[in-house]
């Protein structure tokens, strides 16, 4: 009788659960199933459950949070290496990156978006127009409404990496709505009518503009 080696047990789980989350069965900010429930979806036992959940909060993937479970925080080692590294960076380093990757994500955008994306993009713009006076509220409405606009650039590896970063950039956003004096509305507003309008360089101006402000701000 040939016996599986534990260890290739809890490989093969790991494999299981990386899967779910690259397929986006389970996206970044979702929590995953229990451990009972992974169980009995999976047919492992507790213990290789377990480490295979454990190997993969090691590598920054999922985050175990008390009283509320465990949550998906980067869909790649790589993505969350580069999310950890931009903790540490000083604030400009981290509104360059942001130019980088807001400003060729909303040209992209104007060029490429579905009726549906820009459905989307509309939808979310008014949300955020609803939050003005709530900063949290804001915060969040404004970070659904950058990462709508990676979506729309039908780029996976752009949303790959926003996604990545999620976490770090809803601290920057919280951070700049609560200490800086504007909220830059007309240049969000002028960003997603660009890309309705299949505008790219409007598109990438207003996402520029914004970012620009907010460095001349933080100067």
């Known amino acids: 009788m040939t016996h599986v080696r534990r260890t290739g047990l809890v490989d093969q789980m790991i494999a299981v659960l990386r ?22 979806e ?6 290789t459950i377990r480490e ?14 008390q009283g509320s479970g465990t949550y998906v925080v980067s869909d790649s080692e790589v993505g969350e290496a580069i999310g950890a590294r931009l903790t540490q960076a000083e604030h400009r380093h981290s509104l360059e990156l942001r130019l980088a990757i807001d400003v060729m994500a909303a040209e992209l955008a104007a060029r490429r978006r579905t009726d549906d ?9 008014e949300r955020r127009k609803a939050a003005l006076g709530d900063p949290v509220a804001l915060a ?6 950058h990462r709508a606009v990676v979506r729309a650039s039908d780029n996976p590896l752009l949303v790959s990496v926003y996604d990545s970063l999620a976490g770090v950039l809803e601290s920057a956003i919280t951070e700049n709505v609560a200490d800086l004096p504007g909220t830059y509305d007309d240049q ?4 997603v ?20 402000a907010i460095q001349e701000e933080r100067s």
């Open 193 to 212: 009518a660009a890309i309705v309008a299949r505008d790219p360089e409007a598109a990438a101006n207003a996402a520029r503009s914004f970012l620009h």
């Open 117 to 125: 994306a820009a459905a989307e993009l509309l939808a979310v713009a």
């Open 19 to 40: 899967a779910n989350i690259a397929d986006g069965t389970w996206p970044v900010g979702s929590r995953i199933p229990t451990e009972p429930q992974l169980v009995d």
């Open 188 to 191: 969000h507003e002028a960003l």
């Open 42 to 47: 999976l047919g492992a036992s507790r213990n």
């Open 52 to 65: 295979a959940v454990g190997a993969l909060v090691q590598v920054g993937m999922l985050e175990r949070r």
């Open 140 to 145: 969040a409405a404004d970070l659904e409404l």
